[in-house]
Nanobody, 120 residues
């Protein structure tokens, strides 16, 4: 019903920047909440940032001041601008959206994940 496609991952040096995008398509009426999670090797998936339909944002302490989440409600897309990257930011990053379908049902969807590697 809804597909989330992520892009923008890759290898970056410490201190560098990268921007992730996640676009949703399908039977979408509206998207209530958008967010990003990440999972490092051997660790549990952790929340990174989220943004409401009204553009209110929240961040994990580990990325506050370095990452910026934003959204385009027309394009049904969420972005994560990452700066001052550290090796500990290395992980697979997943986008997630809390979607109200055209049927008015509310369902959570996840992207396929994109690898971010911070290394010199």
């Amino acid at each position: 019903q809804v597909q989330l496609v992520e892009s923008g991952g890759g290898l970056v040096q410490p201190g560098g920047s990268l921007r992730l995008s996640c676009a949703a398509s399908g039977s979408i009426f509206s998207i209530e909440l958008m967010g990003w999670y990440r999972q490092a090797p051997g660790k549990e998936r952790e929340w990174v940032a989220s943004i409401t339909s009204g553009h209110s944002t929240d961040y994990a302490d580990s990325v506050k001041g370095r990452f910026t989440i934003s959204r385009d409600n027309v394009k049904n897309t969420v972005y994560l601008q990452m700066g001052s990257l550290k090796p500990e930011d290395t992980a697979v990053y997943y986008c997630t959206m809390h979607v109200r379908l055209v049927s008015r049902a509310l369902t959570d969807y996840w992207g396929q994940g994109t690898q971010i590697t911070v290394s010199s």
